[in-house]
Antibody, heavy 121, light 113 residues
Framework: QLQLQESGPGLVKPSETLSLTCTVS??????????WAWVRQPPGKGLEWIGS???????YYNPSLKSRVAISVDASKGQFSLKLNSVTAADTSIYYC?????????????WGQGTLVTVSA | DIVMTQSPDSLAVSLGETATINCKSS????????????LAWYQQKPGQPPKLLIY???TRESGVPDRFSGSGSGTDFTLTISSLRAEDVAVYYC?????????FGQGTKLEIK
């Protein structure tokens, strides 16, 4: 069973870069069976798909964030990461890393527990 | 972007009764080459990540009770929860994975009456 765990700073200053890492266990991060995704959720609000990266390194980003976001994979560490630059208070959210299954159309089917990132001076 | 709109925003249903949640997409999420609707339903309980319930609009994820069922095609979809149990209290989201960004509905909060 695939397991995902987010890690990174819980507090980021405005205008700085938010950086999170997701450690994958129970499966190979290089496998063609998975895409890797990030989803966020402002406290008490709904879900927003941030983007995903395939095993080949192809990326798909939400246009609303595209100019500020980067998702990448470090296969040697079994991790993938999210970088979001020029953050504001509106980026305060619970950030979930997730896996999606290309054989099921890219459906997100496994989630990490989430990590709260607060943007504040 | 495909806009997903759920209704109602919240509902209260008695134990043992049936809850119905609707989801409408701003364009069809039916992929003609395989005749599959790229529509999923998730359940999220407080303090937990979302849990996949239904995919391809009507296929139950492994381990999900058969009280949960999905229906619909094209742009209009329904999640039905029959024989409601206290443990079903949660927020339910639909999501399209037809085209990026894979947008979610705003969520429907289900409570016990």
């Amino acid at each position: 069973q695939l397991q995902l765990q987010e890690s990174g700073p819980g507090l980021v200053k405005p205008s700085e870069t938010l950086s999170l890492t997701c450690t994958v266990s129970g499966g190979s991060i290089s496998s063609s069976n998975y895409y890797w995704a990030w989803v966020r959720q402002p406290p008490g609000k709904g879900l927003e798909w941030i983007g995903s990266v395939s095993h080949s390194g192809s990326t798909y980003y939400n246009p609303s964030l595209k100019s500020r976001v980067a998702i990448s994979v470090d296969a040697s560490k079994g991790q993938f990461s999210l970088k979001l630059n020029s953050v504001t208070a509106a980026d305060t959210s619970i950030y979930y890393c997730a896996s999606s299954n290309p054989r099921r159309g890219g459906l997100v089917d496994q989630w990490g527990q989430g990590t709260l990132v607060t943007v504040s001076a | 972007d495909i806009v997903m709109t759920q209704s109602p925003d919240s509902l209260a249903v008695s134990l043992g009764e049936t809850a119905t949640i609707n989801c409408k997409s701003s364009q069809s999420v039916l992929y003609s080459s395989n005749n599959k609707d790229y529509l999923a339903w998730y359940q999220q309980k407080p303090g937990q990540p979302p849990k996949l319930l239904i995919y391809w609009a009507s296929t139950r994820e492994s381990g999900v009770p058969d009280r949960f069922s999905g229906s619909g095609s094209g742009t209009d979809f329904t999640l039905t929860i029959s024989s409601l149990r206290a443990e079903d209290v949660a927020v339910y989201y639909c999501q399209q994975y037809y085209s990026p960004p894979h947008t979610f509905g705003q969520g429907t909060k289900l409570e016990i009456k």
